[in-house]
């Protein structure tokens, strides 16, 4: 069975910090791509940042320079380190794990909620 479970969320102010973990079992994590996704009321899934298994990072272009996406393969666990919060940044984040091999594969956690607010 498989799982991803996100913790780490909450409420924070502009400008603070918060990390994202997302711990994972049920699967041989160093084989998967992971990735962390952000979604607000009314509106499709977005892309936060991607980490792939060779450890290369992609982020969105919102979040550059203030989010720092890493994983442990030993812990199989990825982490979302968010620098510098903003409003904007208010959203359930989501972590999901991605094979690519002869079939393709997507798991997802339950979500957590972040939320910005002075």
């Known amino acids: 069975q498989v799982q991803l479970v996100e913790s780490g969320g909450g409420l924070v102010q502009p400008g603070e910090s918060l990390r994202l973990s997302c711990a994972a079992s049920g699967i041989i994590f160093r084989i998967y791509h992971m990735g962390w996704y952000r979604q607000t009321p009314g509106n499709e899934r977005e892309l936060v940042a991607i980490i792939n298994t060779g450890g290369s990072t992609n982020y969105a272009d919102s979040v550059k320079g203030r989010f720092t996406i890493s994983r442990d393969n030993a812990k199989n666990t990825v982490y979302l380190q968010m620098d510098g919060l903003k409003p904007e940044d208010t959203a359930v984040y989501y972590c999901?794990?991605?094979?690519?091999?002869?079939?393709?594969?997507?798991?997802w956690g339950q979500g957590t909620q972040v939320t910005v607010s002075s």
């Open positions: 999901n794990a991605h094979y690519v091999g002869s079939t393709s594969l997507d798991y």
